[in-house]
């Protein structure tokens, strides 16, 4: 069979304790969420409240207590994330740290790091952004011309990342970059490293990019020969590329891939019920978001088992980027100006204009599908 | 109870497929749409004791769950199986429910406003309304010609008399019992339908050249084709979904309607538009 297999999980023993505890916890430190905060959902920025969840053990949970982590499974930690996901908690701060720089590092990196940036990350105390994308290379990020050069006792940094969001807030990063320069085109996919780079460090510009909604969240990072010593180097110096896809399938595996507009879903249901037609539209809605559910389950479960299933999160990440999109529009024909609250109507409005980016962020629908069709054997 | 069948289950499936793989074919399709009984078929599935697989071990079954049910009933489905297993093994389980033990043989199902696949050909024909489910000799009932709502198999109309056995399923079946167990099957014979479809499309895709080179090799074809695999995934999962929920929660409990609706609708067109000579289709559903 040509296509890609998803067997059926569930969620771990302890799943509803770990839920009850998480939603006493959320209902409290989200009492005055507005609607607009809890619609950035995981692109909310918000320290304090990424403390309070480290304090509670759910940052780098499956991680090993040794580095801060609590040892729990990932099924639990996804438990976490759904119930986060579920009320658009602000975790950005501590969301990036958790889904694909702290497990890179705990992978990869050497022990000091590991002891460095790990119980941080666990803590809520230190936001990592992410730093592939180029001005000139984004769905082709293996053409990235940001340089590390080799000087004494470390490397010196030269060239620009863009779509680092929220690095203006944020402590570190890690960046893939160019370590030996492109001989062949064809090869272009070698001499890249990943480097953990302090985003403070001197000879970094941080330019905002305002975007189409009015925001600044989006940027562009400008390294003007930064320097970092050579115990920043994340896994092997070449091996970067190599790195960087594994780092992906985290990135696209989790269920924010599909859950970005569900708190519309839920902040619109009391008015929806004045509308006939809804029941209907919101009981496909809910069918549709418990199969990608089962799906975004199967990802997590591959991941429990120590494999890479960067195929897998692409197809899910696909489907589940075309349902977050439809969502808010679907859910419009509903909305009557006269009677829909304003909260509500704000959200909507907002989440129409993001929508656009969650088939663009964490690889494009063009480049996830042509990642499927080479499971399907066509490329 | 199917969660730790997985053994029994994986045995099934595989004699199923090579069952399948090996007798059913082209010809065997288009003899059975010309009305012809595929009685050989029917004597090999029931060797393996398939109709009554989901009949409790006690009444003289397997005892397999709807879990296990909808994987066989997908194997049926990726191979256009030829003959109303799939119905006559939800109607076995639809009897055993409503505590009437499922006699051997073909049992017809027999649902509310719909037409009856195979019934003259049936020892038995297990009727739902609502929460009721009734039992009949065929040769007792008198039979109005109908059509199949979807396959091209002989499906007539029963007149129902007076039944050899009456029962009620429980509650936690629904009050559509027989509907879910209906819908139930044909989710999931859709979602095998459509991993075969899949599977062609891109087999075509890989040598059909235009152009001077293969389809495939044409970027706007891959990215249809893996929104195909995509939903195809995705109806797979909503039906084993679907499968499990009736194991746990009860038929009633199920959550397949909707996504296969969908999935199976509009992918399916999707699909037949890839293969150009569309009738040839669902014959080709037979390699």
Redesign the interface.
Known sequence: ??????D?RDTPEGAPALRAELRAFLAEAGKDWSPRVRAYSWMGFDRDFSREVGKRGWIGMTWPKAYGGQERTALERYVTLEEMLAVGAPVGAHWIGDRQSGPLILRLGTEEQRREFLPRIARGALAFAIGLSEPDSGSDLASLRTRAEKVPGGWRINGRKVWTTNAHLCDFMIALLRTSPITDPRQKHQGLSQFLVDCRLSGITIRPILDLVGEEGFNEITFDDVFVPDSMLVGQEGAGWEQATAELAFERSGPERYLSSLPLLTAALDDLRAEPAAPEAV??LL??A???R??SL?VAGMLQEGKTPAREAA?VK??GNDYEQALPERLREFFDPGRTPPEVQEMQGYMTMVARSYSLRGGTR?I???I??R????? | MSDTNEDLRGILLEQVERLLTDRSSPNLLRATERGEWPAALWAEVEALGLPLALVPEAMGGVGLGWADAVAVWQVLGRHAAPLPLAESMAAAALLAAAGITPPAGLIALALPGEATAWGRQAGHVAAVQGGEVTLHAAADLTWQPGRSLIGREPADQAMLGEPLARGRVPAGWGADAGLLAGALLQAAKIAGALEAALDMTVDYAKTRKQFGRPIGGFQAVQQQLAVCAAEVAACGVAAAQAGRAADRRGLAGAEFRDRLGQGGGGRGSRDRCRHHPPGACRHRLHR
């Open positions: 069979m040509a296509g890609l297999r998803f059926l009981g496909r069918a549709r418990g199969t990608l089962q799906m199967a197809l696909d489907a063009e996830l599908r042509g499927i069709a499971q399907l054997g066509l490329r």
